[in-house]
């Protein structure tokens, strides 16, 4: 389901025929967030990136990162409307090619799965928001591996995979 290409992308795809890629820098920026110390607090924000035309698939490239307005502790991040006004800008800088693909935010355990203040999250995020593609990506980034699920309204996440740095 989830694969890492020696070009440092990662591939994934369901069999329900969603898939999409991470490009190299998305996946080292997301493991610069890594809560690796005691005192790390969790990051998260928006995935950003283009939906393929041939195939519908999701094209991660870059990310919202934490910053102003955003409320983070060791066990929660609360994501501010900056980062939908950063997806628009986004949008705006790739001639509106450019569009939200998902979420991601950060966890302090190895290989990190939703919880249910996750998963509850996820579904408003899915009811409220105008997504260009047919279901999103879910991305927590645990202090070992990331943990990747697809997610669409109404139905339970699917687990893509974990993998490593
Ligand atoms: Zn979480």
């Not at 409307?81 to 991601?104: D, F, P, V």
């Not at 260009?132 to 591996?145: A, E, K, P, R, S």
């Amino acid at each position: 389901m989830l694969r890492r290409l020696t070009s440092g992308h990662v591939v994934w795809e369901i069999k329900e025929g969603a898939c999409g890629s991470l490009s190299p820098d998305v996946v080292r920026k997301l493991f610069g967030w890594s809560q690796r110390r005691f005192y790390s607090k969790e990051a998260g924000g928006l995935i950003l990136g283009f939906v393929d035309s041939g195939t519908n698939g999701l094209l991660a490239e870059e990310l919202t990162v934490p910053g102003l307005g955003d409320q983070r502790s060791r066990t929660s991040f609360f994501r501010s409307e900056r980062h939908q006004r950063e997806a628009e800008l986004w949008n705006m800088q790739t001639n509106g090619k450019g569009t939200q693909l998902g979420l991601w935010h950060t966890h302090p355990e190895a290989n990190p799965t939703p919880s249910s203040t996750d998963l509850s999250d996820c579904e408003r995020v899915l009811r409220n928001g105008k997504f260009d593609c047919n279901g999103i990506l879910y991305l927590i980034v645990g202090t070992q591996t990331i943990g990747c699920w697809h997610a669409q309204s109404g139905r339970p996440l699917i687990l893509l995979g974990h993998f490593k740095p």
